[in-house]
C-alpha cells in the first residue's frame, strides 16, 4: 500500500513558475515508477510527465516538454514536479500516482494516486 499526499498547487499569473510536491508513505517508494496527471474541469485526465525507478528516465507530454521537470528524491520519498512558464491552460487539478512498472505513461499503468492539488493560472 502506498499513500501519496500532493502540495504546492495554487494561484500565479501566466509566466509563473510553481513546484508541486508528492509525498509518498509505505514501502519501496524507489523501486515504482512515478507520474504526474491532470485533470481540467469537463476534460479527462490526461499525462503530464513520468520518471522511472530504476534509472530515473524521464518523459514528457508534448504540451509541457520544455517547461516542466519531473524528478525525485528516494531518500525522502517524494517526487517533484517543477513548472515554468505557465500558462492558463496549464490549469487543472494535478495528480500523483505510482506504478509497479519500471515507466508509464497511461492511466491504467498507475496503481495508487494522491488527492490532487490545484493549480490555476491567471492570464
Known amino acids: 500500500q502506498v499513500q501519496l499526499v500532493e502540495s504546492g498547487g495554487g494561484l500565479v499569473q501566466a509566466g509563473g513558475s510553481l513546484r508541486l510536491s508528492c509525498a509518498a508513505s509505505g514501502r519501496s517508494f524507489s523501486t515504482y515508477a512515478m507520474g504526474w496527471f491532470r485533470q481540467a474541469p469537463g476534460k479527462d485526465r490526461e499525462f503530464v510527465a513520468a520518471i522511472s525507478w530504476s534509472d530515473d528516465s524521464t518523459y514528457y507530454a508534448d504540451s509541457v516538454k520544455g517547461r516542466f521537470t519531473i524528478s525525485r528524491d528516494n531518500a525522502k520519498n517524494t517526487v517533484y514536479l517543477q513548472m515554468n512558464n505557465l500558462k492558463p491552460e496549464d490549469t487543472s487539478v494535478y495528480y500523483c500516482?505510482?506504478?509497479?512498472?519500471?515507466?508509464?505513461?497511461?492511466?491504467?499503468?498507475?496503481?495508487?494516486w494522491g488527492q490532487g492539488t490545484q493549480v490555476t493560472v491567471s492570464s
Open positions: 500516482a505510482s506504478s509497479p512498472l519500471r515507466i508509464g505513461l497511461r492511466l491504467d499503468q498507475y496503481r495508487y
